[in-house]
Nanobody, 114 residues
């Protein structure tokens, strides 16, 4: 059974930084892509960033220039460095991996205070 486990969330003041990490277990083979989504209170889950098997990356406009995604495809790990955090970045951050199907972690809370 494939499991994704996130870590690194927490409370930070606006302008601060956090680093999220995610590790997958139980995977036979490798993901085609890994990434992060987030869900703010009362809002739908939204895509944040992705990294693909060729190491190319893509970001939502709202985080471009502030967040950086990195990963190790062989180890099925992915990280998200979040800088210059804003209160609107608050939410539950979910790690995802895409292989034969899309897998999700349980989420980690990120709270940015103003």
């Amino acid at each position: 059974q494939v499991q994704l486990v996130e870590s690194g969330g927490g409370l930070v003041q606006a302008g601060g930084s956090l680093r999220l990490s995610c590790a997958a277990s139980g995977l036979l083979g490798r993901f085609n892509a890994m990434g992060w989504y987030r869900q703010a209170p009362g809002k739908q889950r939204e895509w944040v960033a992705s990294i693909y098997s060729g190491s190319s990356t893509n970001y939502a406009d709202s985080v471009k220039g502030r967040f950086a995604i990195s990963g190790d495809n062989a180890k099925s790990t992915v990280s998200l460095q979040m800088n210059s955090l804003k209160p609107e970045d608050t939410g539950i951050y979910y790690c995802t991996g895409v292989g034969a199907r899309q897998y999700w972690g349980q989420g980690t809370q990120v709270t940015v205070s103003s």
